[in-house]
Antibody, heavy 127, light 107 residues
């Protein structure tokens, strides 16, 4: 069974740091585009970043709200994805999801769907 | 950033009803739009990608249409298991952006 599982969430003070992990099973993450999406309590979904696959040098994109503070990285030996979060703010409080970004091109058209999701991990930024 | 405006923000309908949710983009996004369903306490699930392509395993009562700036998700015959919140997502340009969500309640 293909599965993603996030871990590393918890309570952190404003200005602090936290590193989230996303472990894959039944799927080789180095072959995949992977994204992070978050959801503040009672709010909607917010895309925060993407890392392309190994063939595309693991290049990254970030939302303006986290650029310069958050960094996406990988460890192929652990089949894992990471989200390093620095300079955390109270507004970063959210459930964080990793998701497989099933981007593919066929017949000259390219498509994207977030087709595999982890259950999420809660991050609370509070003093 | 492209803004995605969903409407309505919530709706209540009966089993068997036809339900339509709309999503408007602040600028043209071609067909680069997907729809996601989220049940309370759960991760989202993809229903439709590229405006109208049904994800594997998704019931055929779900359909999507549109292009450019106006998109719709239609549930042809609402079922009890369709309750939840629905989000559109544009993947035409960075940053990717979700609509604000539509909460669907079964009467």
């Amino acid at each position: 069974e293909v599965q993603l599982v996030e871990s590393g969430g918890g309570l952190v003070q404003p200005g602090g740091s936290l590193r989230l992990s996303c472990a894959g099973s039944g799927i080789t993450l180095s072959d995949q585009y992977m994204d992070w999406v978050r959801q503040a309590p009672g709010k909607g979904l917010e895309w925060i970043g993407r890392t392309r696959n190994k063939a595309n040098s693991y290049s990254t994109e970030y939302a303006a709200s986290v650029k310069g503070r958050f960094t996406i990285s990988r460890d192929d030996s652990q089949n894992s994805l990471f989200l390093q979060m620095n300079s955390l703010k109270t507004e970063d409080t959210a459930v964080y999801y990793c998701t497989r970004d099933n981007s593919f091109c066929t017949g000259g058209n390219c498509f994207t769907s977030f087709d595999i999701w982890g259950p999420g991990t809660m991050v609370t930024v509070s003093s | 950033a492209i803004q995605m405006t969903q409407s309505p923000s919530s709706l209540s309908a009966s089993v068997g009803d036809r339900v339509t949710i709309t999503c408007r983009a602040s600028q043209g996004i071609g067909n680069d739009l997907g729809w996601y369903q989220q049940r309370p306490g759960k991760a989202p699930k993809v229903l439709i990608y590229a405006t109208s392509r049904l994800h594997s395993g998704v019931p055929s009562r779900f359909s999507g249409s549109g292009s450019g700036t106006y998109f719709t998700l239609t549930i042809s015959s609402l079922q009890p298991e369709d309750s939840g919140t629905y989000y559109c997502l544009q993947d035409s340009s960075y940053p990717l952006t979700f609509g604000g969500g539509t909460k669907v309640e079964i009467k």
